[in-house]
């Protein structure tokens, strides 16, 4: 072509002032400047801090736990000390002659392995066996009430904010404000007094554990029916937790969205309102939200530990405080380790599904596209 | 037979303190092909009238009285008596509107693409190729180049190449009327005069009746074929472009005019009007301009003038003080206010 339009123009005066920028960025490496790169590499340094605190947290503990242990054996099994330190080395996975960084290299080479050392308590039983077999129905509990509440919470908080100041949106925000200021434990408490104990409504002696002993696990409609029966008290607990927030979080961001300058242009657009409602209010409106998710997700996991408690759940929390009763420490060290991670987990999860939904943030495909 | 015609329409806006009264009693016809500029200072109602065109006002706006007769060659109606089904329809495919805020105009979060085909998909263009081939004959039209527009998403596009591309949207459906308002406020001055050319362009091509918000004199006369003066919600002055410019008969207009700086001009010559406008919830006795009017008496406050015949039957002002601004303007020099925006 041989006149430039005033669009080539632009288009080559912005391609000129974005260049420089860009090749600085090439430089460093096209991969590291991705945000799903930069979002992994956060979680595995988060990962590593968080198992050098663990490392750091069993020498401060109180009485030195590696030092009970082998004052526990030698008084107990008339051990020489130097036989009792092996054992409990052996227990902590720790060589305690070594200098303290090697034995912090060794710690972490153990950790890459996922060797997170034998419990206390059973002998010859991993710590990491021992987590993988209580964790999934921690995560599941937890996992399932947080995502029904959200779903739930975002559509009453949406057609809260479109139905403004009527009686439904009233209800709705004043039932949210009340039920996300009520603790978690309390809402548990309650429903074991009232409707286990005093109406009897709920068989909360039956609802113990993770599942109905003697059940055989699998994909069958009675196994997974009798997980939820058991999961249904904890997951009811989340749920109503976090309820509230999400509705009253979805109301007001939906109604920012609202207000919207491409919302206005949308209805001029003459598009439905099913489409406008999801596509330029909804999905505009969820975002702020994701991250309030991922923090919601690691706070929910440390408080599960009280609302297994009083469900007796066969969870991580319930086993976490009964290690700490019974002082093993290599559990509770493990315990602890493995929930962070799994938190982290959830929130490289949350950061990479945020970028995919605001391609403001960067696209994980690139910069040009499709 | 005009594509629209307005009559009698009133807009007021509750608030606590209570009704404003934002747009009063205006009449006017729109031409098949024809643009049709409206000036005013910002709060004369240029964008609540824009915008209850197609009936897109906010929640606190009611239309009091008035009619907006549309004809799509068919036949005609009434927009304010569509049901909320139909009105969804007139809306860009009879009636397109491309707005001030462009940069903020598309949802951030879906390509431009997507957005193409939400706005095809809602007014029956079922099949996808049948969008994608009219976006990019229109973003050919706005001289942009559809494969990089239609992959990117809005924060990708500079403000001037947003601005094209809703314009291009807004034509998508063959709309009979497009309303722009301030379509160039929030561009730099060489965007400006690209979409200027752009919009004169495209007007040519496709032949599409244009109403033109403005507070921009200089743009409104570039484009515009007939224009209105607005002055605390009511039209004050219509006129041909030419007749206005050269010969405007109501002192705001003369004062509009006056407000504009010139090239060539000297630093002093440019004249602010005095005031502000009126509070449109207590409108003064009288012409409403009065405060502010170097031309006033006493008369003026007896009753808000109405729209009366000057110099030629189609150049009408709402004063009646026109022959005193027609003396003191002849008398002045030759063509004092248009030779401010040569």
Redesign the interface.
């Known amino acids: 072509m041989a006149t430039i339009?005033?669009?080539?123009g632009?288009?080559q005066i912005?391609t000129m002032q974005r260049s420089p920028l860009s090749r600085v960025r090439g430089n460093l490496g096209g991969m590291w400047g991705r945000p799903i790169t930069q979002a992994i590499l956060k979680a595995l340094l988060t990962i590593y801090v968080t198992s050098t605190i663990t490392f750091v947290l069993i020498r401060l503990m109180p009485g030195s736990p590696v030092e009970i242990k082998i004052d526990e054996l030698m008084n107990q099994s008339q051990m020489s000390y130097a036989d009792a330190a092996a054992m409990a080395s052996g227990l902590f996975d720790i060589n305690l002659n070594a200098p303290i960084h090697e034995q912090y290299f060794e710690y972490l080479g153990n950790l890459a392995h996922g060797d997170l050392g034998n419990s206390f308590l059973s002998r010859g039983t991993t710590v990491m066996s021992i987590i993988l077999s209580v964790l999934p129905w921690t995560l599941f509990a937890v996992g399932t009430g947080l995502l029904l509440s959200f779903f739930l919470g975002i559509a009453l908080g949406l057609v809260a904010a479109y139905r403004r100041n009527s009686f439904l949106d009233h209800a709705v925000s004043t039932g949210g404000s009340i039920i996300s200021s009520v603790p978690g434990y309390l809402i548990a408490l309650l429903i074991v007094l009232i409707f286990g104990i005093q109406l009897r409504w709920i068989p909360i002696t039956q609802m113990r554990g993770a599942f109905t002993s003697g059940i055989t696990p699998g994909f069958t409609p009675e196994f997974i029916g009798d997980i939820l029966f058991h999961a249904s008290l904890p997951i009811t607990v989340f749920f109503l937790t976090h309820i509230g927030l999400w509705i009253l979080s979805m109301r007001s961001a939906t109604l920012a969205a609202l207000e919207?300058?491409?919302v206005?242009?949308?209805?001029?657009?003459?598009?439905?309102d099913g489409?406008i409602t999801t596509?330029?209010v909804g999905?505009?409106a969820v975002?702020p939200l994701v991250s309030q998710f991922a923090i919601a997700a690691g706070a929910v996991v440390g408080g599960a530990v009280i609302i297994e408690q009083i469900f007796v759940y066969q969870g991580v929390g319930l086993r976490l405080v009964a290690s700490v009763n019974q002082r093993d420490y290599p559990l509770m060290q493990g315990i602890i380790l493995m929930t962070t991670v799994c938190v982290i987990i959830a929130n490289l999860i949350a950061d990479l599904l945020y970028s995919r939904?605001?391609?403001?943030i960067g696209r994980a495909g690139g910069a040009t596209?499709? | 037979m005009p594509v629209l015609s307005v009559r009698d329409l009133s807009i007021e806006y509750r608030t606590r303190r209570g009704p404003v009264q934002a747009v009063r009693d205006v009449t006017f016809d729109l031409e098949q092909g024809e643009t049709l500029a409206v000036i005013g200072e910002s709060g004369s109602g240029k964008t609540t009238l824009a915008v209850g065109l197609i009936r897109l006002s906010p929640r606190s706006a009611r239309v009091t009285k008035g009619e907006i007769r549309y004809d799509d060659g068919k036949r005609a109606f009434d927009v304010l008596s569509l049901d909320a089904e139909r009105l969804r329809r007139f809306r860009w495919a009879d009636c397109a509107m491309v707005f001030q805020a462009a940069l903020s105009a598309f949802n951030p979060v879906i390509t431009m693409w997507e957005q193409f085909l939400d706005t095809g998909r809602a007014h029956g263009m079922g099949d996808k190729h049948t969008v994608h081939d009219r976006t990019r004959e229109l973003l050919d039209l706005v001289h942009l180049d559809p494969k990089r527009v239609l992959t990117a998403y809005p924060h990708e596009l500079s403000g001037g190449m947003r601005q094209r591309v809703l314009i291009a949207m807004a034509l998508l459906l063959d709309p009979r009327v497009v309303i722009l308002d301030e379509p160039t406020t929030a561009l730099d001055i060489l965007t400006q005069r690209a979409i200027i050319d752009l919009l004169r362009e495209l007007r040519g091509r496709l032949g599409f009746a244009t109403i033109f918000i403005s507070h921009d004199l200089s743009i409104a006369a570039e484009l515009a074929d007939r224009m209105i003066t607005m002055y605390a919600g009511r039209i004050v002055e219509r006129a041909n472009v030419e007749d206005l410019f050269y010969r405007p008969r109501h002192p705001y207009s003369v004062g509009l005019m006056r407000a504009v700086p010139r090239v060539s001009g000297a630093l002093g010559s440019v004249v602010s009007i005095p005031g502000s406008p009126p509070d449109l919830i207590r409108l003064p006795r009288g012409c409403s301009y009065y405060p502010r009017c170097p031309f006033h008496v006493e008369q003026c406050l007896e009753q808000d003038p109405p729209l009366i015949p000057v110099d030629t039957p189609d150049h009408e002002a709402a004063c009646i003080r026109w022959e005193a601004v027609a003396a003191a303007l002849g008398s002045d020099a030759e063509a004092p206010v248009a030779e401010k925006l040569a």
């Open positions: 339009t005033p669009a080539q632009e288009l912005r919207e300058d491409h206005t242009v949308a209805r001029a657009r003459g598009l439905t489409r596509a330029y999905r505009n975002l939904l605001d391609p403001r596209g499709k």
